[in-house]
Structure formats: structure tokens, C-alpha cells
Nanobody, 128 residues
């Protein structure tokens, strides 16, 4: 089993920045992809960003390209999501996720059912 814990959420004005962090513990050797997803009230969970632990390729939802950056620190078993130029529509609960296989294409990497482990989420609120 793998446990994921998110941190770094909060409230910010439009145009501001936040950095989310996701720490993994447990059988971390079992996972090869890490991703971020988000969900707003009344909406379905949507993918934000993903990357393989052992690779350099990153995958982003069109809505966040150029504004969000996913990165990792394998030594610390952490994944980060740097969010810049935040918009009110970015307001959501953000979830960290981990998948067993390395998900190498956009269609696989940004597909929630491919992820086995999930964190509890951290709230991001962007005011206009």
C-alpha cells in the first residue's frame, strides 16, 4: 500500500501562485507515475498534470499548460505542483495520485481510473 498526503493549498487572489506538495510513504517502490487531479463541487474529477517517476516527460491538461508545472524529488518521495497565474476557475480540491505503471502517453497519464492510490486532497481557492 502507498499513502499520499497533500499540502500547500490555500486561498490566493487571481494572478497569484501556490505550490502543492505530495508526500508518499509505504510501498513507494510499487508506483511509477504520479499525478495531480482536481474536483470542483458539482463537477467531475479532472486531470491536471502527470509524470513518470523515472522519466522526464510531463503531461498537462490544456487548461493549465503554461501555468502549472509538475516536478518530483525522488529522494524525498515527493511530487510538486507549481501553480502560477491562478484563475478563479482553478478553484477546486486538488488530489495527488499514484499509479503502478509508468503512464507514457497523455491519454493514459491524464486518466483517473489508471491511478491506484489517492490522497485526501488539499483545497485551493482563487478569488477574483
Amino acid at each position: 500500500q502507498v499513502q499520499l498526503v497533500e499540502s500547500g493549498g490555500g486561498s490566493v487572489q487571481a494572478g497569484g501562485s501556490l505550490r502543492l506538495s505530495c508526500s508518499a510513504s509505504g510501498d513507494t517502490y510499487d508506483v511509477n507515475s504520479r499525478g495531480w487531479f482536481r474536483q470542483s463541487p458539482g463537477k467531475e474529477r479532472e486531470a491536471v498534470a502527470s509524470m513518470c517517476i523515472g522519466g522526464i516527460d510531463t503531461y498537462y491538461a490544456d487548461s493549465v499548460k503554461g501555468r502549472f508545472t509538475i516536478s518530483r524529488d525522488n529522494a524525498k518521495n515527493r511530487v510538486y505542483l507549481q501553480m502560477n497565474s491562478l484563475k478563479p476557475e482553478d478553484t477546486a480540491m486538488y488530489y495527488c495520485a499514484a499509479a503502478v505503471p509508468c503512464l507514457r502517453t497523455t491519454s493514459y497519464a491524464l486518466n483517473a481510473p489508471n491511478y491506484k492510490y489517492w490522497g485526501q486532497g488539499t483545497q485551493v481557492t482563487v478569488s477574483s
